[in-house]
Structures are given as structure tokens and as C-alpha cells.
């Protein structure tokens, strides 16, 4: 049995009966712990000088966009392509080509974590049911069989599908009853305080706080929260 020294969070046999594992998806299976907008202002910022505010408001307008308006079948880099587009139209940016420029360097860091993160899943399905429950467009099913997570997953959740988004309690639930597992029976594993800690919180869902590079010195929401600086330290938590 391992368990993890500062939160208390063990394997099947320290007796907690876990027996599933849900994940967020952005941030969380295709990034280090830092969210698409953070990703995307870096990017940004490494082509044009724009304020953080102007940033976050177009950001969010084309994210908005987005959501429920994308074929099921739309491809990961070509979502990542609109996203970009929508941010340089709200922003007014007169290069042309730099929405493209920043998309394809978004989707190569993302293949790289997700190439990780599907070995990692490889090694924990034998043990734990697992499933994304993810803030999305509508195309999350068809993006996980691209990237190769699809095999190893026993449910899909997408807030543009359910009609909810993290942190309503509806849409872990809604996780939950896919996998027919109970509350206390499983844990949460995101990059999102707000969205994915509190959400599993109150549906009485154990949590992991993936927080990456953390920057801005946050602390996990409850004392005794496991967390973790990359994803693959769950290996060491859970097998």
C-alpha cells in the first residue's frame, strides 16, 4: 500500500475504496497544470503585446463561441485553430497568420502531454474505472479517440453535451452515474480550483490539485487534499 504523506489519499487496498478516477481534460491530460487561457496569453504574448485584461475578454468571447457550436467530430488542433482565430479577431490583430502560428505550438506541447498522460491512463485502467468530465465544445468524444485516451475510458462527460459545466454538482453527477460508482467511491483529478476542486467537493468526491508551476502561490482548498505537481505522480499515489 502507498499512500501519499500529506493528504491521506491511498490505493484500493489501504481500504478507501476508491475505484475510479475522473480527470478534467484542458490543462489537466494535454498541459502541465496550467489552463488553455494561461497557455494561450503566454503564446500570445511571445507574438504581440497586448494587456492582460484585452486578452482575457477576447479569450472568453471566443471561448464562449465555441461552446455547442462544433461538429461532434471536430478535430483537436482544428478547435484550437478556431479558438485562436476567434481570441485574434476579438484582440484585432492585423497579422494574419499568427492565430495559425500559435495554434500549431498550443497542439505540440498539448500531443506531448497527452502522449503522457495515455501511457499513464494505460497503467491505471486495470485497476480504476476511469472518465473525463470536461468544460467543452461538444466534440470532447471525438477529440479523446483522436488523441488516443478513448480505449481506456469508460465515460465522456462534455458540458456542451449534458448542458452544465464544472462546478455544478449536476455534471459530476452525471460522470458518476455513467460509471455507477458513488461519491466516496472515486476521485477528482484537475488543474482548476475553482471549477474542478470545489465541483468535486460538493458532490463528496475526494480531489487532486494538479497545480503545476503554480505561480501565483495558491493553496489546495482543503487541508488534507492531496497535491501534485505532474500528472504522472499519481502513478506513485494510486499503483
Not at 490505493?11 to 497544470?33: N, V, Y
Not at 479577431?89 to 495554434?103: F, H, Q
Amino acid at each position: 500500500m502507498i499512500l501519499d504523506r500529506n493528504s491521506g489519499l491511498g490505493t484500493r487496498d489501504s481500504g478507501l475504496g476508491i475505484s475510479a478516477l475522473l480527470f478534467d481534460f484542458g490543462g489537466t491530460l494535454d498541459g502541465p497544470g496550467i489552463a488553455w487561457r494561461e497557455r494561450f496569453f503566454r503564446l500570445w504574448r511571445d507574438e504581440e503585446d497586448v494587456p492582460r485584461e484585452r486578452f482575457d475578454r477576447a479569450f472568453f468571447d471566443a471561448d464562449d463561441a465555441l461552446e455547442g457550436s462544433v461538429p461532434p467530430t471536430l478535430p483537436f488542433a482544428e478547435t484550437v485553430s478556431r479558438l485562436a482565430r476567434g481570441v485574434a479577431a476579438g484582440l484585432g490583430t492585423g497579422d494574419k497568420a499568427m492565430p495559425a502560428r500559435v495554434a500549431e505550438r498550443f497542439c505540440a506541447a498539448s500531443r506531448e502531454s497527452l502522449s503522457e498522460s495515455a501511457a499513464l491512463l494505460a497503467r491505471l485502467t486495470p485497476r480504476y474505472k476511469l472518465a473525463i468530465v470536461s468544460n467543452f465544445y461538444g466534440n470532447l468524444t471525438g477529440v479523446c479517440r483522436e488523441v488516443g485516451l478513448d480505449g481506456f475510458l469508460s465515460a465522456r462527460v462534455d458540458s456542451a453535451v449534458v448542458g452544465c459545466r464544472k462546478p455544478d454538482r449536476a455534471i459530476f453527477n452525471a460522470a458518476l452515474a455513467q460509471l455507477s460508482v458513488e461519491p466516496g467511491e472515486s476521485v477528482f483529478i484537475g488543474d482548476s480550483l475553482e471549477r474542478d476542486m470545489a465541483g468535486a467537493r460538493a458532490v463528496g468526491m475526494r480531489h487532486v490539485w494538479l497545480a503545476g508551476e503554480n505561480p501565483d502561490g495558491r493553496r489546495s482548498c482543503c487541508p488534507e487534499d492531496a497535491v501534485i505537481r505532474r500528472l504522472d505522480e499519481l502513478a506513485e499515489m494510486l499503483l
